[in-house]
């Protein structure tokens, strides 16, 4: 057990920052978490939970108010690709996720941080390897020519250099993790930030057998997902260790979204029809590459994406029947 150790989780009212709380205070770690919103499907864990604006200074310089033995900045204005793909939040984006991310920079920093964890995402890598959908290229030096597909992954692209920048110049301890599509219980299930596997859970359990649902595209497209325990198992890794990244936290198991969809009709027990209509879909295939962090820190994703998805269906079921009640 770790004892007395002090972490701070920026994004603690998030999906993964909720659960890291969770694991950070089972390891014996005294945690504050902040964010604009108290945790949606559970209450915190965290010893300190401060509702504060990372974009506000003065809130940052206020939670930093001691030399964090770890610090988790995983405060981002993000959603699935109903919220970053269609253009109208780009703006919003690149200003809210970069201002919060100068801010911890510079002020961890300030209060002599020992170490911050910085999320970035898949979503850095370029365009041009992600074509074929049977074929994408999303190894760590294939991230330049850089030419990601949105707004978002070009404001990450831009913080991993923000942070590795402070790394240089100032000695900021920092390990940087591009993360490729976490998902799991008590996770947005809905209003169009929801990630693809959440939305499929959803839908599926929506219908009544025989019916139909919708997908966006031809439900060719591929991408991998992990499982928020497994992400939690990499992130903890990488930061006991000194290397710095950045380096892919994902799974290996890529699959098409028509796959997807059809794993949760099975898990259901439902048979339904998929009709396929127009909608932001982001690179035709995605998947992570995952000889670097098995190389230099030992790990890789130990459980299938069915496993993960039994889970989630279960929860998102609940949800839904809940919500109709």
């Known amino acids: 057990m770790t ?15 909720s659960h890291l709380a969770i694991r950070l205070k089972k390891e ?17 864990v965290a010893d300190d939970f401060v ?23 995983l405060a981002a204005d993000m959603g699935g690709a109903g919220y970053i793909f269609t253009g109208e939040h780009d703006a919003d984006v690149m200003h809210n996720s970069a201002q919060i991310n100068l801010n911890m920079a510079y002020y961890g920093v300030k209060a002599g941080i020992k170490k911050i964890f910085y999320s970035s995402s898949a979503c850095i890598y370029p365009e041009y390897n992600q074509m074929d959908p049977d074929n994408p290229k999303c190894s760590e030096d294939s991230a330049y020519p850089a030419a990601p597909d949105s707004e978002y992954g070009w404001e990450k692209l831009f913080s991993e250099h923000l942070y590795s920048s402070y790394h240089r ?16 219980p008590e996770g947005t299930w809905t209003d169009g930030r929801e990630k693809a596997p959440a939305a499929m859970c959803r ?13 966006w595209g031809d439900g060719k497209q591929t991408r991998s ?32 979204i028509n796959q997807l969809a059809e794993m949760a009709m ?24 995952n000889n670097l962090i098995e190389d230099k820190l030992g790990w890789k994703p130990s459980k299938p994406l069915k496993e993960g998805m039994v889970k989630t269906y279960k929860w998102i079921e609940q949800q839904v029947k809940d919500a109709n009640k």
């Open 266 to 289: 099975d898990i259901a027990g439902k048979k339904l029809t998929i009709k396929h209509i127009p909608g932001p879909l982001g690179v035709r295939g995605r998947n992570s590459d």
């Open 225 to 256: 997902f992990l499982y928020i325990d497994e992400c939690l198992d990499g992130m903890r890794r990488l930061m006991d260790s000194d290397f710095t990244g950045p380096v892919n936290i994902g799974s290996e198991e890529m699959v098409t």
């Open 51 to 73: 509702i504060g604006d990372l974009r506000d200074q003065i809130v940052v310089q206020n939670i930093l108010d001691r030399p964090f033995d770890e610090v988790y900045q």
């Open 28 to 44: 014996g770690f005294w945690v504050r978490g902040v964010d604009l919103k108290y945790p949606e499907f559970a209450p915190t």
């Open 3 to 17: 004892k007395n150790k002090t972490a701070l989780v920026c994004g603690a009212g998030g999906f993964i920052g």
């Open 203 to 215: 839908k599926v359990a929506e219908t009544p057998d025989n019916g139909e649902i919708e997908m």
């Open 169 to 184: 110049n100032y000695g900021l301890d920092v390990n940087i993790a591009r993360f490729h599509n976490i998902f799991g």
